[in-house]
């Protein structure tokens, strides 16, 4: 079994920060990329932003110069620093971790239960 769990969420008002948290925990061999994802109502889950294990990086063009991902794999955390913060970027906020479980598996999407962030303008 494997479990994330996302802290950090919040309600800010514009051009404010936060940051959010994930650390993934359970039956874990290995863990290849971590990111964050969001959903806003009435729109489709998208990309924010991804990090490899090696700490390559990839943002969603909106967020770019704003957030920033990191991660630190001996802890098995991911965190999103977000500054500048916008109405737009109000959503839940999911964590996903692509996960290896055993010695030649293929690493299996897991997802946390997602973490509110509110931006009031």
């Known amino acids: 079994q494997v479990q994330l769990v996302e802290s950090g969420g919040g309600l800010v008002q514009a051009g404010g920060s936060l940051r959010l948290s994930c650390a993934a925990s359970?039956?874990?061999?290995?863990?290849?990329?971590m990111g964050w994802y969001r959903q806003a109502p009435g729109k489709q889950r998208e990309l924010v932003a991804r990090?490899?294990?090696?700490?390559?990086?990839n943002y969603a063009d909106s967020v770019k110069g704003r957030f920033t991902i990191s991660r630190d794999n001996a802890k098995n955390t991911v965190h999103l620093q977000m500054s500048s913060l916008k109405p737009e970027d109000t959503a839940v906020y999911y964590c996903n971790a692509e996960i290896s479980k055993t010695a030649g598996s293929f690493p299996v999407p897991s997802w946390g239960q997602g973490t509110q962030v509110t931006v009031s303008s």
């Open positions: 990090i490899s294990s090696a700490g390559r990086t």
């Open positions: 359970g039956s874990i061999l290995y863990i290849n990329d």
